[in-house]
Each structure stands twice: as C-alpha cells, then as structure tokens.
C-alpha cells in the first residue's frame, strides 16, 4: 500500500508538491502569528527602554545627612540592601557643593562619590581616584580651573547665600589624578541626578560645571555640614522581557515596600514603564489576530477549494474501487494518502518557514527584536493549522464515498448539494454583520468575534461578488459567441458553467482585498503617528529646562537667539479649576517660525495667530536707576492700619523680580522713595501694591501725581491723567479692587474695604487687557490663571482646529504679555525651550550660556520613530506579512486548479475533435484564468474598502487610546496602487502560465494517442 502511494505521487507529481506548498503556506500562516507576537514583544519593550526617562529605570532613594552631630551611616548601610532584587543593581553615591579654586579660576561643582563611576566614564588623562584627597575632573571644569592630572586644587564647602555660593569652612588641597569626559550623559547608570545638566554654578568664568569624582575616603576626610547621599536600584534592560515582566514587577514592588517599611524616602516611575509595556503589549493581542485568524482560515479554504477539485476529478477512481468492493478504509486511504503525505511533508517544512519568514520580518521590520527562536506558543498553532488542513482535507474528499457507483461513473458530478454552499454562505452574513456591529459599538479591547470582523466582512463581500459572477460570465460568452469570438466565449461560458469558479474567484477577492486592507490600514497608522509626533511635539526640537524664573526663561531665550528664527520660550499656565482645557504661554512673536504649525488649521495661520495674541501695545514703563520715587497724597487713611508702598519691579537683563518698600503712607502729599540696585541696566515696572502691616481690612484715597527715577528732576510719562493708563487685578470673590480715576492732578486710586489679609494693587497697561487667547473651542470663561496663579481676564481673538502640543483641546496666550498682566511671578511651570528644525549647532550651548540648565532634549523625529515602534503600529507590519501570504495562498490554490485542469480536460479535448482550432482552445484557458484575475483585482479593492468603512477607524492605532486629533480617513493611494499591481502581476503571470499548463496536457494527451 505505501508503494502505491509512492507510485500515485509519482503519477501527480505536480498535484502533490502543490498540496505541499499549499500545507507549508498554511502551517507557516500559523506559526507566523504567535511568532511574530514574540519577536513584537522584545521590539516594543526595547523601544519603551528607548524613551524612558531615568526616573523609569530606577527606583530612587535619598537622604539629607546632616555631619554636625557626627556621622550617620543608617542609610548607608541599610538602603542598598532594602532595595536590592532580581533585575535590579543598586549604586550609592555621596555628594556636597564643593569650592574649587584653580590657576585660572573658581568654580562650585558637586563633589560626588558614585559606586563604579569609573567604569561609565572615559578617562582623558591620568587614572581614576583611588586614594584619599584625590579628585578627577571634568574636561571643561579642568581646562577653565587650568590645571591637569598632577595638580592641586584648593577645595573648601560651597552654601548658598543671597550673594551666591559662598565658600565656608576649612581649606583643603585635592590632587587632580584625572580628567575625565562623558560619552552618553543620559545612560541609565547616572539615574535622574542630572549631573551633567544642572545651573552652572560657575563664580568666575563662563562655563558649565561637572561633577567633580572622588573616593568615599577623601569625601568623609573634607570638612562639611551637610552631604545628600542616595542609592539607585538601575533596573536591568536585558532582565525586562515579556517572560519577566512579572518577576520584575514584583522585585520592583518588594523593594518600594521594604524601602518604605523601612523608612526610607524612595522614589520610582518604574510602574508607568511597565503599564506602557502592558498597554504594547496589549495593543500587540489585538492586532496582530485581526490579520493572523482570518489568514489561517484563509489557508484551510484554499487547502478545501483545492482537494475538493482534487478529489472531483478522480470521482471515477472511486466509482472503480466502489465497484470492484475494496473496502472503506482502503478507499480512504487510496483517495487520501498521496494528500496526506503532502501534507504531513509541508507542515514540517511550513512550520520551519514560518519561523525563517518571521525572523526576515523581524530583522527588516521590527527594531530590537533580536533572534527569532522556536517556542511553545507557534508550535501549538501549527499543529491546529495541521488538524485544520487534515479536516479541510477530508471535508474536501467526503462527497465521492457518499454516492453512488453509477453517479461517480458519470464523469459529471451532481449539483444536487449545491444548496448546502449556499446555506454555509448564508450563514456568514449575519455573523459579519454582528461583528462590526460588536466592533463599532464596543470602545474596549477587541475581543471575540470583533476579531474577524474585517476578514469577515472581506468575505463576504468576496462571496457576494463571486455568486453574480457566473451569470455575468456567462452573458459575455453568449454575447462573444454571437460575435463569433470563439476563444473568449469558450473562456467565460467554461467559468460560468464550473462549479468552483465562485469559490476560487473569492479565494482570489479575499487575498487582493487582505492585501489591500493591510496596506490601507499601516499607511493610515503611519500618517496618524506623523500628525501625532508633529502636534504633540509643537517644534522640530523641544527642550526641558530646569527650574527658572518666568522672566528670566523668556530674556534667555531671546538673548540667545537674537534673531527670533530658531528658538521659542514656552511655559505652561496653571489651572484655576480642574476641567480647565491646558494653556500654553508662548513667545508668539517667533510662533511662525519656528512651531510645527498643521495647515489649515481653522483658517488661521501661525503669522496670523502670531499677529492675534501679540497685537501693538504701549510700551512698558521702565526705571533705569538705582533707585525709585513716587509723589503722592493720602486723603484718606484708615488710622488703625499701617499701610505700605511696595513697588515691584522686573529686570530688563533677565526677568527677575525685584521688591522694594518705599514706606509707609503718612497723610498728605509727600515724596516715597527706595533704591533698586538691580535696576541699574533697566527694569520694567511691574505695578504697586499698598499692603497693610497686619492682617486686618483697609480702605485709603491716595492721589499719585507722579514718579520718578530717584530724582523729582526725571519724571515718567506713564499716563496717570490719561483714562486706560492704569488698571487694577481681576476682583475675586474674597476681596475688593480699588477704584481708579484719572485726573489733571494724577490718578487717584480709591480702595473701599480691601478684605483681611489682602493687598490693594495698582498697575501700568503695557499688555492688552483682557488677554487676547486662540482656542481649539469656544472659550467658555473670561478667566483663566495667569503666570501669578491669580485670576486672569481674556477675550477669544481666534478658534484653530488643532495647536501645537497641545492638540484638540488646548488654549495659547503670548508669554510676554502674559508676564506683564501678571502682578508678580515666579518660577515657570514646565519651561521649555522649542527649537526651528534648521536650528544652528550651537543654539543649545548659548542656552546653557544664558544661565539655563537643559534637563532633556526630544525631537518629532524621535517621537514619530517611537510611535512607529510602539504595539499597534509594530502589530501593522504583520498584516503587511499576512497580506503577501495570502497573495501566496491564493497563487498555490490558483496553480493547484491548474495542475487538476490539465488531467481533466475532456470538454477542451471533444471541441479539438470537432474541429475547434487549437488557437481557440488555447485562448479559451487564457481567457478564463485571466478574466478570474480580472474580476479579482476588480472586486478585492471593492471588499476592501468595504471593510475599511465598516472596521477601519474601530482598530486601535496607539496603545496609550490617545487620539490628539482624529486619524486620517484615507490612506495614499500611492502605496496601495503599488501592492495592488505587484499582486495583479503576480496574479497575472500564474495565470498565463495556468493556461499554458492546461493547453500542454491536451498536447501531451494528443500525442499519446497517435
């Protein structure tokens, strides 16, 4: 028996190895799936490890340790212990401001001890400190302090005082052993201690100062009050797999707790890496099934269509064995062997293609996967794929056993069974109409039947469109017979005539539609992940700076681009209540230049919104003197409250505010006065405030005549007769405004029960007010909260569609104005530095120059490459694999047809009989084979934009859910024209080829009988 299977191979030798290959498609098909999930996984891991931040990769504890009382070595001695764990290493580390006076200069680095520093660093000359009163010096710090390995440096205890760091305590002599530099400042080794990015410390020179190393000996030998010590638990990259997740998880949360249970301050952002991770992953579970299911499927119904016409062409070999009384297994395993063998024979080969298929995948598609090794999860999905193909098989054969002798004899097979087709066909309808409907209406995970909802709704479309087929062939061959068009009309009326024209015409929708729709939906992905990293972004290059001063952020930034074309101050306005949309402040007058600004954008552009947030305002009232005076009467007074006149005043130089008392308010009309060192190179005056010297309500009616720079001689102009010169803050609900009245004597300013514990202010009109803001939506309040977290009038001067990183949803005020109709302003909230993308080289370091200390630095090329890395987007590129796999399924099934055609061509062999030219015949196999082609690449874009409407816009396309603007509808149709004509091609070539097969075994049977 296993010779007559051998020899029956032999006999079908072209049938067999496309069984073969059809089983190596379809186990690989499976195996590709939960394959590729693996190699994802490492992928999107690697590429959250990419993006996170030092806080992300480390579990921090610190503790301020006083030296006056003796040394205190608790924490360390036991924080290193409490938080050590698998995957975790844990560094401790020492430091205190230090004064380092060299040949050239002074300069205030910390001085840091850090376990194993030597290893993270580049030595440039001289070795790593080993020894007590030994140091090693950055190579900027070394060359402005000038000195060089063998030197000595004087060190002493830097404090900060109102002059600045001052030095204190004993002297010192450090040996200089070495002098070090840093390839990669952000590794995961320095934490978040921004060693290399702090202010620049420096009290002679220009410069920025970096750490100083030394021994743990030489820091407890140097005399100082105070020494910050902390210990990093680094999470180990290379431990964090989707495997370990949950022991390294749990590692991290035993070490918080025991950290926490032991009292000691720890900190960690390591969880949000880890739901990140979570959420990739997640992403990965739901996409990559939409693609994977549906082509498994696809691989047993073109293992179904196959055999069936296998097994319908050798209906008389069973009608024989029937007749002559071989039994029923043997029958079975007659009809099935040289299949089965095939098939057996493929599945090994499938499910190692499979793995080589993913791991050339992997390597030009995924980022970081690393090797694609064999694992539990694909074989189990291989061996499902093998039972299905066995199934799809016998499923395929059952028909033949179950007639009878006569019928099999006949050489024409029944259509009585044609009903159950189209009751299996019928049944797929409604379960494609709950699925999208399960799809649309459920914003959660894509669970269950919603699954398959695109290759559902591909096949059925795919099955509609192939039943009217038939008809519609066969008019065109009575028409192109009428014509006298012999071979076309033999073409299409043989199409129309043949029971598996339907079902191959929709294996064939069913690929060009899943290639179609793979190619749709990642180029789609991909637009979405470009606008995302544009908008979220706001520029091609934003900065994170250190704490700083409103003012001073802005006339930094300015300082350093002069130009106003490559750089933009931005800082975060905070918000009054909890549903207030986010407001950015931003230097407008650069806004144009330098955003990433999305056309159209509600019609305005970003010159024009430029011009609606920055319009022409008075110039500002600046001092440019040493000190300030006002004239002024008191009318009234409230004899039980002292009140003051503060003055507050904003350096021109670098925003920083500056308070000065001019004295107490006495009855009548005197002089106040007080100096203001700080104004000698200019400061803009910021307003008056008349405070009481206790908590307890107040009224007054003071007249201000005028002020001066110091000297009743040099007046300002600063309109105290003219109406809208002056303005008083937004009233609140606790407190009272004063009344203000210009008059030809000056401007009196009326206050009526201030309200306890609340100052009366007064300010110069150098900003619009109310505000001017541009808006994603109508506004909704005539507040917001300003620089000085108070309340803040605006007034809507535009509605945009999107803004720049802020998105859908979002407000964006000038940062000038928005500084001058504060009343008093401190540090910036999120302050940031945006740069132009033809920003020069050296922008950055004139920031830092300016006094700014850069924390972080991120780009939308970086952002759009972390998008495109993440789990939908990585999921996309397998629905790309399966697209081409199931344009290969559908080749081997169309080759497959083929190969079973050539041995049953009797019809085409009778009309060469009857004198129909061989020409005619040939054409009729070309004709037919092409105009299945034909009709496929005709209907499969139609399914597939059947499927894009109903289930595009309901596949997640980030893993975080956030949409920052809607997707876009439409995909270029560039990339999907290109996928559509390689598969029209490929389609084409088989096909021709097809009918050539055809054509030489009528040849070959010609030949045999004469």
């Known amino acids: 028996m296993i010779g007559l299977i051998l020899t029956m191979l032999r006999a079908r030798l072209g049938r067999a190895l496309t069984a073969l290959a059809l089983a190596v498609v379809a186990v690989a098909a499976a195996v590709a799936g939960p394959a590729f999930l693996t190699a994802a996984d490492r992928s999107v891991t690697v590429n959250e490890l990419s993006r996170a931040p030092a806080s992300e990769l480390a579990i921090e504890a610190t503790s301020s340790v006083s030296l006056g009382q003796g040394r205190d070595q608790t924490f360390e001695s036991t924080a290193p212990a409490l938080l050590s764990g698998p995957g975790l290493s844990t ?11 060299g040949p050239r200069a002074v300069t205030t680095p910390r001085l840091v001890f850090r376990e194993g520093v030597c290893d993270h660093v580049q030595i440039v000359s001289g070795r790593c400190p080993i020894g007590t009163n030994e140091i090693m010096l950055g190579e900027q710090t070394a060359a402005r302090l000038g000195v060089h390995s063998g ?231 291989a061996g499902v794929a093998l039972l299905g193909t066995l199934v799809a098989t016998v499923l395929a054969t059952r028909r033949p056993f179950a007639a009878p002798v ?59 469109a192939a039943r009217l087929v038939a008809p519609a062939a066969g008019w065109i061959g009575g028409r192109a017979l009428r014509r006298g068009r012999i071979g076309p009309a033999l073409g299409a009326l043989r199409l129309a005539r043949r029971p598996g024209t339907a079902r191959l015409l929709a294996l064939l929708v069913v690929a060009i539609a899943q290639l179609s729709f793979a190619v749709t939906l990642s180029n789609v992905a991909g637009q979405a992940d470009g606008q995302r990293s544009v908008v979220e972004e706001g520029a091609s290059t934003v900065l994170d700076v250190g704490g700083v001063e409103v003012g001073t952020l802005l006339n930094a930034v300015r300082a350093a681009d002069p130009t106003g074309r490559y750089a933009m101050a931005v800082t975060s306005l905070p918000s009054l209540v909890k549903d207030d949309a986010p407001t950015l402040a931003v230097d407008s007058t650069r806004l144009a230049a330098v955003t990433n600004w999305l056309e159209p954008a509600g019609g305005l552009s970003a010159a024009k919104t430029a011009a609606l947030l920055h319009p022409s305002v008075p110039a500002p009232v600046m001092i440019k003197s040493e000190a300030i005076g006002v004239d002024l009467t008191a009318n009234e007074l409230d004899q039980a409250t002292e009140l003051d006149l503060i003055g507050h005043l904003a350096s021109a130089d670098d925003g920083s505010t500056t308070v000065v008392n001019l004295g107490r308010l006495l009855p009548g009309r005197h002089r106040y006065a007080a100096q203001a060192p700080d104004c000698r190179d200019g400061c803009r005056l910021m307003g008056f405030e008349v405070s009481a010297a206790s908590s307890a309500d107040f009224d007054f009616d003071i007249v201000v005549h005028g002020i001066d720079q110091g000297d009743p001689g040099t007046p300002l102009d600063i309109g105290l007769t003219r109406a809208g010169s002056w303005r008083t803050p937004a009233p609140t609900d606790s407190a009272a405004v004063p009344e203000l009245t210009p008059g030809s004597d000056g401007l009196e300013v009326r206050q009526k029960s201030a309200g306890i514990g609340v100052d009366a202010w007064f300010l110069p009109v150098d ?179 059947v499927a894009w409407l109903l289930t595009g816009t309901s596949i997640p396309l980030f893993a975080d859910g956030v949409q920052v603007l809607p997707p876009p509808l439409w995909p270029h149709w560039s990339p999907v024209l290109l996928a559509w004509a390689a598969a029209g091609v490929a389609m084409t070539a088989v096909a021709l080829v097809s009918s050539r097969i055809i054509s030489a075994g009528l040849d070959a049977r010609r030949r045999e009988r004469e």
């Open 767 to 945: 900003a619009p007010y109310p505000l001017p803001v541009v808006s994603t939506g109508r506004l909704g309040r005539s507040t917001l909260a300003g620089l000085d977290q108070s309340a803040m009038p605006v007034v809507s001067a535009g509605i945009v569609t999107i803004l720049p990183r802020l998105g859908d949803r979002g407000i964006m005020v000038d940062f000038e104005y928005a500084e001058r109709d504060a009343r008093d302003v401190g540090p910036a909230t999120k302050p940031q530095v945006w740069l132009a993308a033809d920003a020069p080289a050296g922008l950055v370091d004139r920031l830092r120059q300016q006094g700014l200390s850069i924390l972080d630095r991120h780009t939308d090329t970086a952002q759009l490459r972390y998008l495109d890395r993440q789990g939908p987007a990585t999921g996309l590129r397998f629905h790309l694999l399966a697209g081409a796999l199931s344009v290969l399924l559908a080749l081997g099934g169309l080759v497959l047809i083929a190969t079973v055609d050539r041995r049953a061509a009797g019809q085409l062999r009778a009309l060469r009989v009857q004198g129909v030219p061989r020409a005619a015949v040939a054409a009729a196999n070309r004709y037919g084979y092409l105009g299945l082609v034909l009709a496929a690449l005709v209907l499969g874009p139609l399914a597939a934009l």
């Open 151 to 381: 030197q000595t440096v004087l060190e002493r205890e830097s404090i900060q005082t109102k002059e600045g760091p001052t030095p204190v305590g004993p002297p010192a002599f450090l040996s200089v052993v070495g002098v070090y530099r840093v390839a990669d400042t952000s590794a995961r080794y320095w934490a978040d201690h921004y060693y290399f990015d702090a202010s620049p410390g420096i009290i002679s020179g220009t410069g920025h100062a970096e750490p100083a190393f030394t021994t743990r000996g030489t820091m407890q030998a140097l005399s100082h009050q105070q020494e910050r010590q902390s210990v990093d638990a680094l999470l180990d990259p290379a431990a964090l797999t989707s495997q370990d997740l949950g022991v390294l998880k749990a590692s991290v949360f035993g070490a918080t707790n025991r950290a926490k249970a032991g009292q000691i301050t720890a900190s960690t952002a390591i969880p949000a890496l880890f739901a990140r991770i979570d959420a990739d992953e997640s992403a990965l579970r739901e996409v990559v099934p939409l693609a994977a299911i549906p082509l498994v499927i696809l691989a047993w119904l073109v293992m179904l269509l196959a055999v069936g016409y296998a097994t319908e062409i050798r209906r008389s070999e069973v009608g024989l064995l029937k007749l002559r009384g071989t039994s029923v297994a043997v029958r079975w395993w007659l009809v099935l062997g040289e299949t089965t063998v095939a098939i057996l024979v493929g599945s090994v080969l499938g499910y190692l293609t499979g793995y080589a298929a993913v791991a050339v995948a992997a390597r030009l598609l995924l980022s970081g996967a690393g090797p694609v090794t064999p694992s539990w999860q694909p074989l189990r999905w």
């Open 91 to 101: 560094v401790f580390a020492a430091e205190f401001d230090a004064y380092l006076k």
């Open 406 to 464: 006569a019928e099999l004899l006949r050489q024409v097979p029944s259509r009585a069974g044609a009903w159950r087709g189209l009751v299996l066909e019928a049944m797929i309808y409604p379960v494609a109409v709950a699925a999208v409907i399960q799809l649309r209406t459920n914003p959660g995970r894509l669970t269950g039947v919603m699954l398959l909802a695109p290759g559902l709704v591909v096949l059925a479309v795919a099955l509609l």
